[in-house]
Every structure is written in structure tokens, then in C-alpha cells.
Nanobody, 124 residues
Framework: QVQLVASGGGLVQAGGSLRPSCAAS????????MGWFRQAPGKEREFVAS????????IYADSVKGRFTISRDNAKNAVYLQMNSLKPEDTAVYYC?????????????????WGQGTQVTVSS
């Protein structure tokens, strides 16, 4: 049974930092690209960041580039999202997802498994 369990969200003031993590089980984690997506109230879910199976390659949405960093630890079956310089517009439920493939992608349809999400709230 595949499980992606996200944690580490919370409430933070603008300019602060958070580091959500996602623990994976039941899938060949070290051979799959991983991603983070987010969904704000009343909005569609959107891509945030993706990292290749090896961790050598990552891509970001323009809105978070330079502020967020995705990383992974294949020995722990975990993926992380370091979020710095947070803004109120970053407020959303953040979801981790496992791709069908090993290479980075920003297309939601290429992600096969999804976690339950963790709430991030940034106050102004």
C-alpha cells in the first residue's frame, strides 16, 4: 500500500520559514521523481517544485523560485520543501506527490500518487 504522509506545515509570519516533509512508503521511492503542489482556497491546485530520482535536477514555479528549495533523502524515503521568505500568497494546503517517472516534471497528470496535504498559513 502506497503512502505519502506530509507534515511540517503550520502558521508563520510573512518573511518566516517552514520546512514541510513527506515520508513515502510502499513504492520504489529512489527511482521516482517527487513533487510538491499547493492549493489555495478557491483556487486550482498548482505546481510548486519537482526533483528527479537522484536529486540532481529540480525545477520550480516562477512564483517560488529563489525562495523555496526541494530536496530528498533516498535513504529515508523522504522529500522536503524548504520555504523561506514566505508571503501571505503562499498560504495553501501543500501536497507531495510521486511521479510515474524518474525525471522532473511540472505536469500533474504525470504524478501517480498523492499525499494528504499539510496546511501552510502565512500571516501578514
Amino acid at each position: 500500500q502506497v503512502q505519502l504522509v506530509a507534515s511540517g506545515g503550520g502558521l508563520v509570519q510573512a518573511g518566516g520559514s517552514l520546512r514541510p516533509s513527506c515520508a513515502a512508503s510502499g513504492l520504489p521511492f529512489s527511482s521516482l521523481a517527487m513533487g510538491w503542489f499547493r492549493q489555495a482556497p478557491g483556487k486550482e491546485r498548482e505546481f510548486v517544485a519537482s526533483i528527479s530520482w537522484s536529486g540532481d535536477t529540480s525545477i520550480y514555479a516562477d512564483s517560488v523560485k529563489g525562495r523555496f528549495t526541494i530536496s530528498r533523502d533516498n535513504a529515508k524515503n523522504a522529500v522536503y520543501l524548504q520555504m523561506n521568505s514566505l508571503k501571505p500568497e503562499d498560504t495553501a494546503v501543500y501536497y507531495c506527490a510521486a511521479s510515474k517517472y524518474g525525471t522532473v516534471t511540472d505536469t500533474q497528470g504525470t504524478f501517480r500518487y498523492w499525499g494528504q496535504g499539510t496546511q501552510v498559513t502565512v500571516s501578514s
